[in-house]
């Protein structure tokens, strides 16, 4: 089946470095969504990438989707403690539910 | 805040008790899920309810039974859990399906003692 890789699992910054959580799937997707999860909170969607190539921003996040769409980035920019949490990347592939990826787990050091 | 409503927050149950989860949506989303979340984990998908049918059951244990009463509520009835089912239970919503993103709700926290 469908399987969604992202790494790093942990990711130690000082506040005001930049970050990076890369998201790589084993079948092409049809799209790639990016999810935030404070620590005690729930998921919560921050972006959508449809199209092969794609490259969107928030603000200090960016997001990219690869060319295969097979894989996907989240890079912040100047890290701050408000960043702090888990991000999810997950995709569906054709008709099927979304495959969340394990996530990586973000503390920033003020 | 949320626009999906889930009820409790937090519920412990002992391994004969029945309890039920509530979630609510109003966005006139057409797709909910059930998830559940262990600690460290990612959502781990339980059921899909497409137009008030269910449409997946991702091998969930019958101790979890869900029941969609119309588009705006979804509930999941839990039965004779186990101690290993405690974890964050999540409810979603989406507008049309798996291509659109997802709105969960704050959850309920389960411990089964």
């Known amino acids: 089946g469908q399987q969604v890789m992202q790494i790093p699992q942990y990711q130690h910054v000082q506040e005001g470095e930049d970050f990076t959580t890369y998201c790589n799937s084993s079948?092409?997707?049809?799209?790639i969504q990016w999810y935030k999860q404070r620590p005690g909170g729930h998921p919560v969607f921050l972006i959508q990438l449809v199209k092969s190539g794609e490259v969107k921003k928030q603000k200090r996040l960016t997001f990219q989707f690869g060319e295969a769409k097979k894989n996907s980035s989240l890079h912040i920019t100047a890290t701050q403690t408000t960043d702090v949490g888990t991000y999810f990347c997950?995709?569906?592939?054709?008709?099927?539910?979304?495959?969340f990826g394990k996530g990586t787990r973000l503390s920033v050091i003020a | 805040d949320t626009e999906v409503t889930q009820t409790p927050k937090h519920l412990v149950m002992g391994m004969t008790n029945k309890k039920s989860l509530k979630c609510e949506q109003h966005?006139?989303?057409?797709?909910m899920y059930w998830y559940k979340q262990k600690a460290k984990k990612p959502p781990e998908l339980m059921f899909v309810?497409?137009?008030?049918?269910?449409?997946i059951n991702e091998s969930v244990p019958s101790r979890f039974s869900p029941e969609c009463p119309n588009s705006s509520l979804l509930n999941l009835h839990l039965h004779a859990l186990q101690p290993e089912d405690s974890a964050l239970y999540l409810c979603?919503?989406?507008?049309?399906?798996?291509?659109?993103?997802?709105?969960f709700g704050n959850g309920t926290r389960l411990t089964v003692t």
């Open positions: 997950a995709g569906p592939s054709g008709n099927t539910p979304l495959v």
């Open positions: 079948t092409t997707l049809s799209n």
């Open positions: 309810y497409s137009y008030e049918k269910l449409s």
């Open positions: 979603a919503s989406s507008q049309r399906g798996f291509n659109s993103p997802l709105h």
């Open positions: 966005m006139g989303h057409r797709a």
